[in-house]
């Protein structure tokens, strides 16, 4: 049985995250069984009273809220350790990643570990951004410092929605900005990396879409 867990780090994120959740619901719930992991770190806006108000009525979402704000790669080191399910789905908790990309991923995912390939790391290409230019640029200039420095050749190592095995993420090396390094963390490390075309949605963009 394929079951996965989606682990998220949210912060500030009031407006975003709930239709999120709505959506990436409708894009499992067809799966053999999955759970949402919010890593709630230490907003200063609504976005904790909303996800523990859903959360009383959604059993598939858990909600983890750290005592201090932490930073992205520790948020996401503790919701993958709480997960509850060998294969971890990360994304962004914006909006901008798009959750019908989900299952095809993960179905190039699976096939990949039936091949014997079980370390591998199936990560998100966004080929057409949706940013304003400074984002734009940044994300050119980390990409571009990663090939040269440490001779990454994933085309899009900054994507925030990644599929990997539970198990063996937890036997990375753990470090500040971790989350930044993931492509070649696998790779020094024994594992693969490949990537699979993603859509990437507009800030602006506003999902209306009804919890279940």
């Known amino acids: 049985m394929t079951r996965v867990s989606v682990v998220i780090p949210v912060n500030n994120e009031q407006n975003n995250i709930l239709p999120l959740i709505g959506q990436i619901h409708r894009e499992l719930s067809q799966t053999d069984g999955f759970e949402v992991v919010c890593i709630e770190d230490y907003s200063s806006d609504a976005t904790f009273p909303l996800l523990k108000e859903a959360a009383a009525s959604l059993k598939f979402l858990r909600i983890i809220r750290l005592k201090q704000q932490c930073g992205q790669s520790a948020a996401l080191w503790l919701g993958v350790q709480a997960a509850r399910y060998p294969i971890i789905v990360s994304m962004d908790g914006d909006g901008q ?64 929605l990644k ?39 507009p800030a602006s963009t506003v999902l209306h879409i009804m919890m279940p």
Not at 122 to 132: E, K, L, M, T
Not at 176 to 197: A, C, I, K, T, W
Request: glycine share 8%; proline share 6%.
């Open 97 to 160: 990643n798009d959750p019908a990309d989900i299952v095809p991923m993960l179905a190039f995912f699976l096939y990949q570990q039936q091949q014997g390939n079980e370390r591998v790391l199936v990560i998100g290409h966004r080929s057409d951004r949706h940013d304003d230019h400074v984002r734009k640029v940044s994300s050119w200039i980390g990409n571009r410092s990663q090939r040269l420095l440490l001779g990454e050749s994933a085309p899009d190592s900054g994507c925030g």
């Open 163 to 201: 599929i990997f095995s539970r198990d063996f993420f937890l036997t990375l090396p753990r470090f500040n900005h971790m989350h930044r390094f993931l492509p070649y963390l696998f790779r020094n490390n024994g594992g693969s990396v490949l990537s699979s075309p993603v859509r990437h949605l």
